[in-house]
């Protein structure tokens, strides 16, 4: 009486230490690719037939320019590039717990970082830290022509656009060009409407409206005749004969 293994179709014939049955064929050549291409990628699944292959791919795709004295630091460094941990909510991979952690926050809205200074809280350790920044006061950003110091990078970016000229910003209603996002927003403003701004409009709505209305009798000529009964007549053929004074 046949077993249920030996009704399974697709067998390994490769492996010569363990017996391996697989129940679909695509499984088979999943697992066919194990002794074609034995070396797996360190950081991600793909895999290789030699080393020189392998070390080829992991340089120029998960290329990182740290050096270690020891094989043991250098080993512990590159679990840093397996990503292990998987979004439920989005899917993406990420190799440390508390980015993983970090970012299912910004899925769940949950914000673990309280500052102790002002309350505020945060989804993630970097934006709670560079808000600690605005208590501290402490510049370590500076510009390399002025020597001006700042909070973050990102504002000694922008502050070298006053020493280039760049300006990245420019207005679409008036063409005026600014070097930062901050100033380009409030000049934006001024191309807002205002509440006069809106009430005039609302009244030439309203005169525009009455003028179609009464062009649109004009040009339909309905006008009542003495006897109460309607006549329909061209704009182009009005007459005051028609009509008895009142």
Known sequence: MPTHLSLLPFRCTSCTHEEVIVTTLASLNKHHLMHQKPLKCCVCDKRFTTYGSRRLHEASKHKCDKRFETS???HSHKRQHVKRYQCSYCGIRIAQLRDFEDHENTHTGSRPYECRSCGKKFKTASTYYGHRL?????KKHFCTICNKGFLRLRHVQVHMRTHTGEKSFRCEFCGRQYADKQTYNKHKLTH???VGDMLRAKENSATTMNAVQEKLMQLEGRFDTPNGEPVF??????????????
């Open 72 to 74: 043991i630091q250098y």
């Open 134 to 138: 605005i208590h501290s006061g402490e």
């Open 192 to 194: 807002r409407p205002t």
């Open 233 to 246: 007549q061209s704009e182009f053929t009005f007459s005051t004969d028609n009509f008895t004074s009142s």
